[in-house]
């Protein structure tokens, strides 16, 4: 199916230029050309194959912003990419803000135009899916529940938010609608991790946690190009305040009645919302490294979740992250410790890949064998990944698995 592009610009020459410009792409079809705001939303109304305005700043009456805002309203699952004459920060941010899916100059080079327009486009088919059965609480998933893994830190910095960063892209890419959703409400970080600029975030939802329709979670979802769908923490922390538990539960059970896999992210600092995610998990997984004062911190945590009556120890699980075979600490002994049996699969120390990732802005590419195969294996162990049988070798005899790195 080619890309349905509309253009909104006064400008001939910019017109044709555009035009001319698309014309080269594959699969990408400009299906007019309004010179005015009013024609632009006559379109955007009428014409239900539509993927992306490209709308230049300077269109009239209705100034460019304010007229990405009634698109917005209007047709949430369009994509608008804005022609400015100038790209800074504040213009991205102002764009952003007003629901534009991204920025490009008036004069963009072919390869620019191409890829903002890919990206743009995915994400409006996605997100005509999402909104294609009409209110989010209805059963979109066939009468099924979504399962809900929620990851919490023993304390700061054992990996919680990467392992859930990397559950949520290993899960799309096998397929699966996904979710990943950042409880971590006060220092949230997956927005860092997966290189995103957003400004909705889950405290977005609070007021109409009630009623959640579609054209709602278009607005505060971002749908990263890997695949996963993404709920932001908020950008300032004393928001965490505003997300109570009977929210957070609400908004929980709409991703859940929408998606297959929810990966949440709990951070390690509990507030109401993380608190609530960790009680109506499917999964709640602690992750550990193997010190002392973290295993005493998770044992602790554990404890302090029976005392609140959101779940007891038994039904808690403990990943080992940063395991080596030369560390003191080994999972026998950590089990010991905690009164809890770690997961079968535990995470190795991967400093640099992860690092080099991240720094790239590149969380799907990590170059390390032994990080990637963890992932897997604990994806499949979680249940948000199907497990992978293994092969038998010619002589009939089943291959043992390989062991847990």
Same mark, same amino acid.
């Given at each position: 199916m080619s890309i349905q592009v509309l253009i909104g610009t006064s400008d001939p020459e910019l017109a044709a230029g555009l035009r001319t410009k698309i014309a080269e792409l594959a699969d990408t079809q400009v299906i007019g050309v309004e010179n005015n705001s009013g024609n632009v939303l006559g379109i955007v109304g009428s014409h239900q194959e539509l993927d992306i305005v490209l709308l230049d700043e300077g269109i009239g009456p209705q100034l460019g912003h304010d007229l990405i805002r009634e698109i917005a309203l209007r047709s949430p699952h369009v994509a608008v990419v804005l022609l400015s004459e100038q790209l800074d920060e504040e213009v991205l941010s102002r764009a952003l803000e007003t629901g534009a899916r991204g920025v490009l100059g008036r004069n963009p080079t072919l390869e620019e135009l191409s890829s903002r327009l890919d990206v743009v486009a995915e994400w409006s088919q996605r997100m005509r899916q999402l909104l294609g059965t009409g209110r989010a609480e209805g059963p979109e998933l066939g009468g099924?529940?979504?399962?809900? %893994?929620? #990851?919490?830190?023993a304390k700061g910095g054992?990996?919680?938010?990467? $392992?859930?960063?990397? #559950? *949520?892209?290993?899960?799309?890419? *096998? &397929?699966?609608? %996904?979710?990943? %959703?950042?409880?971590?409400?006060q220092t949230g970080d997956v927005a860092t991790y997966l290189d995103m600029v957003h400004r909705r975030s889950v405290a977005d939802l609070v007021s109409v946690a009630n009623e959640i329709t579609g054209a709602v979670l278009a607005d505060v979802l971002f749908i990263h190009e890997a695949g996963p769908h993404v709920l932001l923490a908020p950008q300032d922390g004393e928001r965490a305040e505003d997300v109570s538990s009977s929210a957070a539960r609400q908004i929980l059970a709409v991703l859940r009645s929408r998606y297959e896999v929810i990966i949440v992210d709990c951070g390690a600092f509990m507030t109401?919302?993380?608190?609530?995610?960790?009680e109506v998990a499917d999964r709640a997984v602690i992750a550990v490294t193997p010190d002392l004062p973290c295993l005493r911190a998770a044992k602790r945590l554990s404890h302090l979740w029976k005392r609140l009556d959101v779940r007891k120890p038994e039904d808690v699980s403990i990943v080992l992250t940063r395991q080596s075979r030369k560390d003191e600490i080994q999972p026998d002994f950590a089990a010991r410790i905690l009164g809890m049996t770690p997961l079968k699969t535990a995470v190795p120390p991967a400093f640099r890949a992860l690092e080099k990732a991240i720094n790239n &802005?590149?969380? %799907?590419? $990590?170059?390390?064998d032994g990080f990637r195969n963890a992932m897997r294996q604990l994806g499949e162990e979680l249940g948000v990944l199907p497990v992978i049988a293994a092969a038998e070798p010619r002589g009939g005899a089943r291959r043992p698995k390989a062991e847990a790195i």
């Open positions: 099924r529940r979504g399962r809900i %893994v929620a #990851l919490a830190g054992t990996g919680a938010t990467t $392992i859930a960063v990397q #559950l *949520a892209l290993a899960a799309s890419r *096998a &397929g699966r609608s %996904v979710c990943l %959703v950042d409880m971590d409400l109401e919302g993380s608190v609530t995610a960790i &802005g590149a969380p %799907v590419r $990590i170059d390390h």
